[in-house]
């Protein structure tokens, strides 16, 4: 379990601009920065998470989902998001998570499924 200290955000020292200006709050555990933002949306609030690593490496999925658990709860559904070419923006090593509204749920899991599936 990670130990984390609250950390300056972009937002509060006044840089960046666009989305990197927005995340308000961040955190380290002296391996992962991790910076948040709230985002409006259709669905509810969502909350965009940032991560990214002290070696500018490649973060494990089980790395990530500890870091959202331990942050952002245990019971809250990310996604991570594969864009369409036209929206991809790549310009750090860092990894974003989407996290939903508390309480809301994905229409699909990877747990066992009751019904019919259709094979592709």
Same mark, same amino acid.
């Given at each position: 379990?990670?130990?984390?200290?609250? %950390?300056?955000?972009?937002?509060? @020292?006044?840089?960046? *601009?666009?989305?990197?200006? &927005?995340? /308000? #709050? $961040?955190?380290?555990?002296? #391996?992962? !920065?991790?910076?948040?933002?709230?985002? &409006?949306?259709e669905w509810g609030e969502v909350i965009h998470a940032c991560i990214r690593n002290a070696d500018n490496t490649d973060i494990p999925w089980a790395e990530k989902q500890r870091i %959202?658990? =331990?942050?952002?709860? =245990? =019971?809250?559904?990310?996604? &991570? !998001?594969?864009?369409?070419?036209?929206? +991809? !923006?790549?310009? $750090? /090593?860092?990894?974003?998570?989407? !996290?939903?509204? $508390?309480?809301? %749920? +994905?229409?699909?899991?990877? @747990?066992? /499924? *009751?019904?019919?599936?259709?094979? +592709?």
């Amino acid at each position: 379990m990670g130990y984390w200290v609250g %950390k300056p955000s972009p937002k509060s @020292k006044h840089v960046g *601009t666009g989305w990197f200006g &927005e995340l /308000n #709050k $961040a955190w380290s555990d002296g #391996k992962y !920065v991790v910076m948040t933002r709230s985002v &409006e949306t259709e669905w509810g609030e969502v909350i965009h998470a940032c991560i990214r690593n002290a070696d500018n490496t490649d973060i494990p999925w089980a790395e990530k989902q500890r870091i %959202k658990n =331990e942050l952002l709860g =245990e =019971e809250r559904t990310a996604i &991570e !998001v594969f864009p369409a070419n036209s929206d +991809l !923006v790549d310009e $750090a /090593n860092m990894y974003h998570l989407w !996290v939903l509204p $508390a309480g809301m %749920k +994905l229409p699909f899991t990877i @747990k066992a /499924n *009751t019904s019919p599936t259709q094979t +592709l």
